[in-house]
């Protein structure tokens, strides 16, 4: 992605029961460098790529459903030129009891231009 640039990321997100997939919000985080890939490696607590050096959050998005897939949006333009991308939760700690799980589909990332046909 191109610094100044905007962008619109599409997706679908889908969910299962509220109890394996509550309500978060979608987060697109982006790094300018590919050697902060992998992230975390070996370590089961690293969590949010924002605990290490050179990630930035670009943009987020709430979501929510149940047993159902929502599709969401997020236009973003970058600083600076982003090399590679991470898609997760916000970086709040959750408190969940479950392990859970979300999924995603039809990821569609372009210069906005293109959404324009």
Not at 30 to 44: H, Q, R, S
Not at 45 to 69: F, R
């Amino acid at each position: 992605m191109k610094a100044g640039t905007t962008y619109l990321i599409r997706f679908y997100i889908g969910f299962a029961v509220a109890r394996y997939s509550p309500p978060l919000d979608v987060v697109f985080f982006g790094t300018p460098d590919c050697k902060n890939l992998p992230f975390g490696v070996g370590n089961p607590n690293y969590g949010c790529p924002l605990n290490g050096q050179g990630w930035m959050e670009m943009g987020s998005v709430p979501a929510a459903g149940v047993n159902e897939w929502v599709r969401r949006e997020i236009r973003l333009t970058p600083s600076v030129d982003i090399y590679a991308i991470a898609i997760g939760p916000d970086c709040q700690p959750e408190d969940a009891i479950n392990d859970l799980y979300y999924f995603l589909d039809h990821l569609v990332l372009a210069d906005e231009e293109a959404f324009g046909f």
